[in-house]
C-alpha cells in the first residue's frame, strides 16, 4: 500500500520515530538521520510507544521497522547522548522494554525488519529482536562494542550466536567485524537482500504474505513459538540477569571507561585488562 493511503500515528517522541499504518501494516520509521538513526531516549520512548500502539490494536496485523535514508538502519546507541546523561532520566518503561524500547518488548503481531543500512552494535541488536528481516545490498550487520571496551547488551550476546551458527557469532562478537548483506543471508540472519529502492516493496510484500492468514491465529503462532506470555519471555529471563550482572562489571573498569573516552577523542584506545 502506498504513502498516500497511510494513517499517520502520533507518538511522543519529537519527530524521532514516525509511525504509519498502511492498510493492516503499521510501518515505523528511525528517523534520525543526522545521528545514523542512533538511539536516544526520545527514539527508545516512541519506538516502545509504537509496539504498545501495534500490540493493542486489532487494526495492527504486522510491523515493519527500518531508518531513514540509504545510508543506515541504526548505529546502535548515540554514544553522545548517553555521555550527556541522556539515559539518566529514563523512567521504568525503557527499564522494561530494554535497549530502542524494542529488545526486550515482545509483540504478538510478527515485526520486519527493512534494513535499509549499515546495522551496527544496537541496530543488529534490533534486527535480532524482530522475527524476520529484508536487507537492502548495502546493508551489514555487526556487534563491534568489544572494539569500544564494552558488550552487546541489548540482547545481541546471546540471541546472534543462537540465530547464526554459534561459531560465527563468537567470530562476529569476538572480533567485532561485520557482516556483509549476503554473508547475513547465507548465515540465515536475514530472510531477503534486495536492491535499496526495492527494500520497502519487499518488507511489505512479505507483511501481506503473514496478513492474508488468520491475524489471531498468526499471533497465537507467534506466542508459542517464542514462548510469550503476558508479554515476557520466560526463557529468556536468566539470560538477561545474566547479561545484566556482566553489563554492571564491565561498565566499571578502566578499559570501559578508556573505550569511551578514545572514541570521543577519535583515537586508538589502549587497552589495561584492568
Not at 9 to 16: A, E, P, R, V
Not at 61 to 85: E, H, N
Not at 207 to 221: G, K, M, R, S, Y
Amino acid at each position: 500500500m502506498s504513502a498516500a493511503n497511510a494513517t499517520t500515528i502520533d507518538l511522543d517522541s519529537n519527530g524521532t520515530v514516525l509511525a504509519q499504518l498502511r492498510g493492516h501494516t503499521m510501518l515505523i520509521t528511525l528517523n534520525r538521520p543526522e545521528a545514523r538513526n542512533a538511539v536516544n531516549v526520545q527514539v527508545a520512548y516512541g519506538l516502545g510507544e509504537a509496539l504498545e500502539y501495534a500490540e493493542r490494536t486489532t487494526d495492527v496485523w504486522c510491523v515493519v521497522l527500518t531508518g531513514t535514508g540509504d545510508k543506515a538502519f541504526c548505529a546502535g546507541a548515540d554514544l553522545k547522548a548517553s555521555a550527556a546523561g541522556d539515559f539518566d532520566k529514563a523512567d521504568e518503561r525503557l527499564s522494561r522494554w530494554g535497549f530502542g524500547g524494542y529488545v526486550q518488548h515482545p509483540i504478538s503481531k510478527p515485526t520486519i525488519a527493512a534494513v535499509n543500512g549499515f546495522a551496527l552494535g544496537g541496530g543488529t541488536e534490533l534486527v535480532l529482536a524482530s522475527d524476520l528481516a529484508v536487507a537492502a545490498e548495502s546493508a551489514s550487520f555487526g556487534l563491534p562494542e568489544v572494539k569500544r571496551g564494552i558488550f552487546a547488551a541489548g540482547g545481541g550476546a546471546f540471541r546472534l550466536p543462537r540465530q547464526i551458527p554459534a561459531k560465527v557469532g563468537m567470530e562476529v562478537m569476538l572480533t567485532g567485524r561485520p557482516l556483509t548483506a549476503e554473508r547475513a543471508l547465507a548465515l540465515g540472519l536475514v530472510n531477503a537482500v534486495v536492491p535499496a529502492e526495492q527494500l520497502l516493496d519487499a518488507a511489505f510484500e512479505l507483511a501481506d504474505a503473514i496478513n492474508e492468514n488468520a491475524p489471531l491465529a498468526v499471533q497465537a503462532t507467534k506466542r508459542t513459538a517464542l514462548g510469550i506470555t503476558d508479554g515476557n519471555i520466560a526463557t529468556e529471563n536468566d539470560d538477561w540477569a545474566r547479561n545484566g550482572y556482566e553489563r554492571e562489571r564491565l561498565m566499571q573498569t578502566a578499559d570501559s571507561m578508556e573505550g569511551r573516552l578514545a572514541f570521543a577523542e577519535k583515537r586508538a584506545p589502549q587497552w589495561t585488562g584492568r
